[in-house]
Nanobody, 126 residues
């Protein structure tokens, strides 16, 4: 069974940090690009970061670049999103998705990745 299971969400004050994890199973992890997306209340889902297993490149949306870092532990089939300098506007449900549409290379962050996790909630407030 294909699974992407996110964890690590929670409540944090502005300026704080969190690390999200995404555990993948049921597919060949190395053949996929893995992305992090988020959806805030009343807004559309936004692609914020992607890691290409094919070439190791990492991509970030402008809204998170310089504050968020995506990384991978291939031995554990796990992707991480380390989030620093969190802002109230970062409050959202965060999702881990995977795609092999370009053989392990990240497509546009606007692309609808075909494998999708269930999400973990991040709340940034005083």
């Amino acid at each position: 069974e294909v699974q992407l299971v996110e964890s690590g969400g929670g409540s944090v004050q502005p300026g704080g940090s969190l690390r999200l994890s995404c555990a993948a199973s049921g597919f060949n992890f190395d053949d996929y690009a893995i992305g992090w997306f988020r959806q805030a209340p009343g807004k559309e889902r936004e692609g914020i970061s992607c890691l290409s297993h094919k070439d190791g490149n990492r991509y970030y949306a402008a809204s998170v670049e310089g504050r968020f870092t995506i990384s991978s532990d291939d031995a554990k089939n796990t992707i991480y999103l380390h989030m620093d300098s969190l802002k109230p506007e970062d409050t959202a449900v965060y999702y881990c998705h995977a795609t092999a549409i370009i053989g392990g290379i990240c497509p546009s962050l606007q692309y609808r990745f075909e494998l999708r996790g269930q999400g973990t909630l991040v709340t940034v407030s005083e």
